[in-house]
């Protein structure tokens, strides 16, 4: 049974902080995501990663970055959090190299910026 | 890059009515059509998905269609059941990545 954890269920940071945002996934899959989901606008995509130390831009990149220094674990870091940022944070992991393979969501951050 | 819209945005129906979700998709190489279902509070989670070599895909209650020519997928629920609601998303495979639809919230009344 493949298992997506991440970090916290809710955050709360202020205006400026460095905010980390860690997920773990325990099925060895080679590709990992982070997306943000806002209502109205659905799942977008931020970063993904289909290898270690590898990262690419998603839809709605700015703002963010990634590390992925261990296969089962991608962190999203915001760097100098803003209001704008606060959203539901969504991490998914997959199997395979071509994108066609199911992806494990895990339980969500809830990120509040003030 | 792909872009996906997916109608409408809310859907409310009665019990045992069937309803239907529609998507469509801009980029004509895209070949996987996932669909997700997330209950409130939960995780999406993967219900049926079809490949750009099938024209229709069926799982008990649900099936998903897909028109290449026209570019559009669509979900059909039969029989709906007060646990089928929740929001459905749509997705298609763009280059490296899945575009997801904006969802739909599925209201099954009793």
């Known amino acids: 049974d493949v298992k997506v954890t991440q970090s916290s269920r809710y955050l709360v940071k202020r205006t400026g902080e460095k905010v980390f945002l860690e997920c773990v996934q325990d099925?060895?899959?080679?590709?990992m995501f982070w997306y943000r989901q806002d209502p109205g606008l659905g799942l977008r995509l931020i970063y993904f990663s289909y290898d270690v130390k590898m990262k690419e831009k998603g839809d709605i990149p700015e703002g963010y970055s990634v590390s992925r220094e261990k296969k089962e674990r991608f962190s999203l870091i915001l760097e100098s959090a803003s209001t704008n940022q606060t959203s539901m944070y969504l991490c998914?992991?997959?199997?395979?190299?071509?994108?066609?393979?199911?992806?494990?969501f895990g339980p969500g951050t809830r990120l509040t910026v003030t | 890059g792909e872009n996906v819209e997916q109608h409408p945005s809310t859907l409310s129906v009665q019990e045992g009515d069937s309803a239907v979700i529609k998507c469509t998709y801009s980029?004509?190489?895209?070949?996987?059509f996932p669909w997700y279902k997330q209950e409130l509070g939960k995780r999406p989670q993967l219900i049926i998905d079809i490949r750009s070599n099938v024209g229709e895909k069926k799982d008990q209650r649900i099936a998903v269609t897909l028109n290449k020519t026209a570019k559009h997928f669509s979900l059909h629920i039969t029989e709906t059941q007060p646990e089928d609601s929740a929001v459905y998303f749509c997705?298609?495979?763009?280059?490296?990545?899945?575009?997801f639809g904006t969802g739909t919230r599925l209201l099954v009344s009793p």
């Open positions: 099925m060895d899959h080679e590709n």
């Open positions: 980029d004509s190489a895209s070949n996987y």
């Open positions: 997705a298609a495979k763009g280059f490296q990545k899945l575009v």
């Open positions: 998914a992991s997959s199997l395979g190299a071509d994108g066609t393979y199911e992806q494990y």
